[in-house]
């Protein structure tokens, strides 16, 4: 008996000691985190119709651009804190005096129909834009005169005519288009909405099947990134109210670019997360400073227009608080390159008031300002037909009203606006918006040399040196701290001289479903760059 007992503790011992492994075992793999599998579909709402699928089309609306997000890629991209990412291009040198950009391409680089992205590709892209029949006149122009040249399948050489520490960013603009499919075909065809059915792209995705309402894009099995997802649905809605009810409901997984009302609506809603970012867009008023114009002659004019837009309550009302002040040239999403130290002037009715007193410009009894017999009144032009702009400018007329400065709003076709008004500077006042992507080089914009016809320097402003060496230091140097203390003194001399009045910079908010992990946003992106880590995502996951 004490025999059996004892042979009987000898054989627990080694199971109880098993048992306890197991637990351990089994306690770590329940630990363990998550680990994603590839499978599942994403479906997004984009309220609109989906139209022309073609990166190099200069007509593309903004659910186009987001659907080439996923089709096409550029050779890199430049983050909101001025770091480079390479994508098509896994290396590059630059030369000594960086007007040589020599790439070399991904060897695993392919086209989704399993062709090697190669530099003919590239090449082929570049002279497209370049061509004179071309239709984009804007990202045309940033390409002038920069020699694109194959020195071999896997590497290509851009040339400058000078030095351009945003050439980077140029380039981030710029999907690679394949030329042995589109090789042959006019410029028309290549850059016009003809690329409406399958395009052939080196993204992440391709697509699947296109329908009234829908685009179904599949993994992309020659893709060099390898998405967890298998399909990436972009389904369409007439309103945004109907895309959130689709979200509400499951059915979709996710709704971009939301309302102040949609922002409220999915904040209550516990099986989505809403993400807000900075964008690099600005809105501002712009100063015809012609000596024929002559109310803005006088800083102290501009500056007490400045002084009397409340920009925050602009953003209030006309926004439903999508955005944030903007205060001068540099978006503050470009971080590394905003000065907070350079201030406008702060909203402050009174002291613009007093501003036009001492400037000669005298309030009569029926409330106008009248100076040497002229009264300071003038026409504010703007565009039309995307909103809020107009809502905007009426906005800014309203507040200049209290301070006996008579704005009458011109509202203008976009097309009309840029031909009629800007390019032959026959304009007072314009409300304009720009996008100045992730570099902070606005040199097209701002530098005397820019102010003929057809250039982006709109102001006609008198040369002034210190602005323009400020301008020309801030692209000729790749050091960003080099580049940050340029553009710090272009700043402060911007918010000295008041050239243009910067109102706002919209925000972008995206609601996604809690099912989609390994989501994530740069802290400021263009809205298409809410798919910049979509390779990351996933729905299926084990231990």
Known sequence: MIRRALLAAGVGVPLLALLALLTIVLRGVLDAPESPRRGGTYTEGLVGSLTALNPLYPGLDANGHDADAL???????????????????????????????????????????????????????????????YPGTVLGASWKDIVATELDPERVRFTLPGRNASFMATLGQLDIVPAHLLAGKTVVDVAGPGLTGQPIGSGPFQISQRLADRIVLQRNPFTWRRPWIDTIVLESFSTEAAALHALDLGQIDGVSGLSAVGMARESRNRQVTVQTRATYQYTEL????????????????????AMAIDRKALIAQVLDGQGRPAVGPI??????????????????????????????????????????????????????????????????????AQIGVDVTVQPEPTAVLIHDALNPRTFQMALTAFDNGPDPDVFPFWHSTQAHPGGFNFTSMRRNVFIDKDLEDGRASLDLPTRAKAYADLQELFAEEVPAVYLYSPTYSIAISNRIHGHQLDPALEPDERFAHVDQWYIEAGR
Do not use: C, M
């Open 286 to 305: 712009i100063f015809n400073l012609k000596p024929e114009v002559v109310f803005f002659q006088d800083r102290q004019v501009r500056r007490a227009i």
């Open 331 to 400: 978006p503050q999403a470009i971080t590394w390159a905003y000065d907070a130290a350079a201030s406008p002037p702060a909203y402050d009715p009174t002291g613009a008031a007093k501003l036009l007193e001492s400037a000669g410009w005298l309030r009569q009894p029926d409330g106008t300002r009248v100076h040497a017999g002229t009264a300071l009144g003038f026409q504010l032009v703007v565009s039309g037909d995307l909103p809020p702009y107009r809502a905007a400018a009426q906005k800014v007329a309203d507040d200049l």
């Open 71 to 133: 089709l096409f890629e550029p050779l890199v991209r430049v983050g909101p804190r001025g770091n480079v990412i390479g994508l098509l291009s896994s290396r590059w040198e630059i030369s000594q005096d960086q007007r040589s950009y020599v790439f070399s391409l991904r060897s695993n680089a392919r086209w989704s129909d399993g062709s090697p992205v190669t530099a003919t590709d590239v090449v082929f892209t570049i002279r497209t834009i370049q061509d004179p029949q």
